[in-house]
């Protein structure tokens, strides 16, 4: 559930520094609205030095050719599918698995061979994440993905806990209800009318994720024009058009084009639910509390996200509610999209692979029969196949395409030193199709992950959760649930994608998905199934 920002936030990084009063580096001033960044080389008084330092030592780092004081922009000014394509295959061509780009006055490596990506990934050191991840602040505020430092480590030792297996076992029951209610919607697709699948797994997964972490449910697969859902949808628009048109980073124009108003309004009803759901909780909590009674309204209601947050927040006192806002939406924003993307390709390639699909079948039947009966944690520890399969669709089609690091001093990295200030961005699309790690890259192969055969691979030749000290904290739970979604879905269909992986173009912006829509056919299957109740 790592949340990335694109390659249009590399694309976009030429920028001016419009307000020369504010100190070097500040992100963004404390109401939130204006954002700057700096390049910490830009020629300013006595920064001589510090360019001519800066440059013996990036130089020395191969990359594409420049133009003076654009770097590399010309080549990014594409289509956002052709600008991904330079970006992950035609930067990406040396065999020293690291690039150096520029992006006006601004310097990028970007990283795709799993024996650097590890020196980045397995440090301490490089925890601070891509300053480019700016234009999520209004929305998450500094939540375990946007912190930094001693906050960071703090949330993160906090959170661990409530993703611990055993606690994750208990949203089985909601993965299994929503995934019902997503393969009856279905229905009316069934028999091959072509259909754009994504969508329905969108509000699918936004159900999941809402119920687990904060025990309500909008029904946003019922009721797809609600103010929440629309309200998610518009502002996860407004970050991508944040980070691709630079003139917007201005507060002023951002204002006077009517996007600040918009934002707002998106805002109010986003942190008004998250509001009023800790309110509510909170006040169960403390009834359940003074009455020392177990009642099953309550228990059924049990989360262990919010509620630990709620618990940690009374035990401590150093938990506002703001705090606890920020991880909850957090959560939320991280764990619908990338899951659903997840979800998506996976059936993708199921489309385009029907002896794979079959194989899959397969073992699910061997699981279930011809019952129609929900999902167990049983079963799903014995879902080895379908786990190799999405693990697969991870590889080809990482839900976060690249991930960023920002570099506070100068740093060895490989064979060379980068210098501070230089933004790091590990390129996951391109690390995970590496022909010297997977044979026949752009092959659908689950069988790769067989124990096997990779249990002598670098575990940073493949990162789609991230890797190290700043791994998705919810990667177990997103493959929970998209075992469920996933086995609820092929005992009722039949899956067949109707785009040839060679013809697909991809963009990379808050996910990674086709530039068109994934249009799949879907067809019951034959055997009856009876329903144990």
């Not at 297996?165 to 009856?184: A, G, P, T, W, Y």
Request: with cysteine; aromatic share 10%.
């Amino acid at each position: 559930m790592v949340a990335g920002l694109g390659i249009n936030n590399i694309t976009q990084d030429f920028r001016l520094c419009i307000d020369p009063q504010n100190p070097v580096g500040e992100r963004y001033d404390k109401r939130g609205k204006d954002f700057y960044f700096f390049n910490k080389h830009v020629i300013r008084g006595n920064r001589l030095p510090a360019i001519k330092h800066m440059l013996s030592i990036i130089n020395k780092i191969p990359g594409p050719k420049t133009t003076f004081l654009l770097g590399n922009a010309l080549e990014l000014m594409g289509t956002p599918s052709e600008n991904f394509k330079v970006a992950s295959r035609e930067f990406c061509n040396n065999s020293c698995g690291l690039s150096r780009t520029w992006i006006g006055l601004k310097p990028h490596l970007l990283i795709y061979k799993s024996s650097v990506a590890e020196t980045v990934l397995n440090s301490q050191k490089f925890i601070e994440k891509s300053t480019d991840y700016f234009a999520l602040h209004s929305w998450l505020g500094t939540g375990l993905l946007t912190s930094t430092g001693a906050k960071w480590h703090k949330r993160r030792k906090m959170l661990t806990p409530a993703f611990h297996f055993k606690i994750l076992e208990d949203f089985v029951d909601i993965f299994n209800r929503q995934s019902q209610k997503l393969v009856k919607n279905l229905e009316a697709k069934c028999g091959g009318k072509p259909f754009n699948i994504f969508s329905y797994l969108t509000l699918c997964t936004l159900d999941i994720i809402l119920e687990s972490a904060m025990g309500r449910s909008i029904n946003a697969q019922d009721n797809s024009n609600s103010d929440y859902v629309r309200a998610i949808y518009d502002m996860c628009s407004h970050v991508v058009e944040k980070q691709t048109r630079p003139w917007l980073q201005i507060g002023l124009i951002y204002k006077l084009l009517g996007y600040e108003k918009k934002e707002k309004e998106c805002l109010k009803i986003l942190h008004g639910f998250s509001y009023e759901t800790i309110k509510e909780r909170r006040k169960e909590l403390k009834l359940l509390k003074n009455t020392k009674k177990t009642d099953d309204r309550f228990e059924k209601k049990r989360l262990a996200f919010l509620d630990m947050l709620l618990e940690y927040a009374e035990e401590h006192e150093a938990l506002s509610d703001e705090d606890i806002r920020e991880e909850v939406d957090t959560f939320m924003f991280e764990g619908h999209d990338t899951t659903a993307a997840a979800l998506n390709w996976t059936l993708y390639l199921f489309g385009q692979y029907p002896e794979i699909q079959d194989k899959a079948y397969e073992e699910i039947e061997s699981i279930f029969g011809k019952s129609d009966r929900d999902v167990t944690s049983s079963d799903i520890r014995e879902m080895k196949y379908l786990e190799c399969c999405i693990k697969e669709a991870l590889r080809l089609f990482p839900s976060v395409p690249m991930f960023g690091r920002e570099l506070k001093e100068d740093t060895e990295i490989g064979d060379y030193v980068v210098p501070a200030g230089t933004n790091v961005w590990i390129l996951t699309y391109t690390l995970h199709r590496d022909p010297d790690v997977f044979s026949d890259p752009d092959a659908f192969i689950p069988e790769r992950f067989f124990p096997e055969n990779s249990v002598s691979r670098n575990p940073y030749a493949y990162v789609p959760f991230s890797a190290g000290p700043r791994n998705c904290i919810g990667q177990k739970f997103a493959l929970m649930e998209e075992k469920v979604v996933l086995s609820t879905f092929l005992r009722k269909y039949k899956v067949k994608s109707l785009e040839k992986i060679k013809d697909l173009k991809l963009v990379g912006e808050l996910i990674l998905r086709p530039e068109r829509e994934t249009i799949l056919k879907i067809f019951p299957r034959n055997e009856k199934r009876i329903n144990p109740n």
